[in-house]
């Protein structure tokens, strides 16, 4: 098993660290992982993105043209990255903010009310999550536990009370595809 | 083991393996893509633990001339910075050549030239082998293809620096620097006593004991004819690394049609084009040079023996393709591909290349 994946969106949306949890429920899960952040003046704004590679198997490139999955939060991204989505593949995207919608019929395009489903809660720092949520129900990749152990290791402790309110938007984002 | 498995960037990995290497200092200036290097030796503290200095210097001059006192006295110091930063620190580099001290330097390469841009490259070759200072002085080169050698190269540049008594640099880029993978680190060593860096450095600056002869660092020779015999003792040592110290990978070289010459964080992107060109019966062998001073000549020209092709790709306008060419002389057609300025090419675009120049050159309209 490989999963190509990319991550974008605007600076401060949570790509990176998205890209940083499910790479540690990797390391949790015993896979091969690389993280390749576009790094740079995006953490203030502008577009950020994140090449994370799941696999059985060693990883050569940690920089890809194309992906096996796309999660796409911005106009911008979606833009850019859409045509860059293999066959077969999948598009995860936020409509939240998109004016033109994913065209591609060759592969499987996933709406997920994320923005929305955040203003219901009132709890915008687990917008990532809900989007992982979604990125997992479609990728099974590794399980929710390890992405549990995983938030343990990426996130300082003195953060980690906020674990379970991460799980509950994880699992959020699960129900939210339909 | 799981435990000792860790996710990490690799100038993250850097910082953690000085440490446990047993570094006595580290002296830099921050700069992206290397910045987590200093932030994240100044986040462990070491000099609470293993007693290790770390100073944010007030630029990249001071970092290589604090690195050439430390060196003086025997201490295994290092430093890191990117592209325009090391640039600054050359005179202090030749400095460090010319006395015959270890250092360990890493440069986390960034697109160039002048100020340049933030993102990756590999545009510092020819400073890192071909000199950069001034005078005839070779560093010893080793190139990171992962996090993993980020780690490892840390011991290996102090131990071969030690060892010839020349500093040694490590030459990555903004990829391998702000990637994460998995990292099994070195164990904790502990810092030299000052009674063995007397015993490994008898030559070193630290006080006379004993009554000992006085020892004397410098760069400075007025009598040419004594500063011919310091080059010459130079040299030697530079015909014995070269003897003893080509390190390189090869892949995939046996049955392989075409080569492709590429190092650090390019070879693993080449390695990929590799693995989608043999899907396709496309035989294509990968030599990664790990040392790019001593230059590992006598591989490449044997793995080019019974290839149609070789192509260089690095992430500049062409650089370590001398060496290659001198390498194979004209026995096989040599080529470039590479992106500048900060953008790094991905593998459908090496095997794009490949194609151009060497299967299909004249594609039927």
């Known amino acids: ?178 | 083991m799981k435990d000792d498995i860790k996710l990490m960037k690799g100038n993250e990995a850097i910082a953690h393996a000085a440490i446990r290497y047993g570094a006595d200092g580290y002296f830099g200036y921050p700069i992206t893509p290397q910045s987590e290097v200093l932030e994240t030796l100044e986040a462990l503290m070491p000099w609470e633990t293993t007693g290790m200095v770390v100073l944010q210097a007030e630029s990249e001059v001071a970092s290589i001339n604090m690195v050439y006192g430390g060196a003086a006295s025997g201490k295994a110091v290092m430093t890191s910075s990117s592209s325009p930063g090391v640039s600054l620190m050359q005179e202090g580099i030749s400095y460090l050549a010319a006395s015959e001290l270890p250092a360990l330097i890493v440069n986390v390469m960034r697109g160039g030239p002048g100020l340049g841009t933030i993102h990756p490259s590999q545009s510092d070759y020819f400073q890192a082998t071909k000199g950069g200072g001034h005078g005839d002085y070779h560093l010893i080169v080793l190139a990171p293809s992962t996090v993993q050698e980020m780690a490892d190269f840390v011991g290996l540049g102090f131990d071969l620096a030690f060892k010839y008594r020349t500093p040694a640099m490590i030459l990555a880029d903004g990829i391998v620097g702000q990637m994460m993978e998995k990292v099994v680190l070195p164990p904790q060593r502990p810092r030299r006593t000052d009674e063995e860096v007397r015993r490994q450095c008898p030559w070193a600056v630290n006080g006379r004991e004993g009554g000992r002869k006085r020892n004397v660092v410098t760069s400075l020779e007025l009598d040419s004819a004594m500063m011919e015999k310091n080059n010459e003792r130079f040299q030697r040592t530079y015909r014995e690394i070269e003897k003893n110290e080509v390190r390189y990978e090869a892949k995939y070289t046996e049955d392989a049609d075409y080569l492709i010459v590429a190092f650090g964080s390019i070879a693993r992107i080449c390695l990929k084009a590799i693995e989608e060109a043999r899907k396709e019966g496309i035989k294509i062998g990968l030599i990664r040079p790990i040392t790019l001073w001593p230059f590992p000549y006598e591989a490449i020209r044997e793995a080019a023996r019974n290839v149609k092709g070789i192509l260089c790709v690095e992430i500049n306008a062409g650089q370590m393709i001398e060496d290659v060419r001198l390498a194979v002389s004209d026995s096989v057609p040599v080529t470039h591909f590479g992106r500048m300025g900060g953008i790094v090419p991905n593998p459908q675009e090496v095997l794009d290349s490949l194609r151009k120049d060497f299967i299909n050159p004249n594609p039927q309209k």
């Not at chain 1, 099974?140 to 009370?161: F, N, Q």
């Open chain 1, 1 to 178: 098993m490989t999963d190509e994946i990319i991550i974008a969106g605007f600076g401060g949306q949570g790509v990176l660290s998205m890209g940083k949890i499910l790479a540690y429920a990797a390391l949790e899960n015993d896979m091969e992982v690389t993280w390749m952040p576009s790094y740079g003046p995006e953490q203030r704004g502008g577009t950020a993105n994140v090449t994370v590679i799941l696999s059985d198997e060693a990883i050569s490139s940690p920089v890809l043209d194309t992906y096996d999955t796309a999660v796409i939060l911005n106009q911008q991204s979606l833009d850019k990255f859409e045509s860059k989505v293999k066959p077969g593949g999948v598009l995860i995207y936020d409509p939240y903010g998109i004016h033109h919608a994913p065209t591609r019929t060759d592969i499987k395009v996933v709406p997920v009310e994320a923005m929305e489903a955040t203003i219901e809660t009132g709890q915008a720092k687990s917008y990532n999550m809900i989007l992982l949520g979604a990125l997992l129900k479609m990728r099974p990749d590794v399980p929710v536990e390890a992405v549990v152990r995983g938030l343990k290791k990426a996130l300082p402790e003195r953060h980690h009370h906020l674990i379970p309110a991460n799980e509950a938007a994880i699992r959020k984002g699960m129900e939210l595809v339909k």
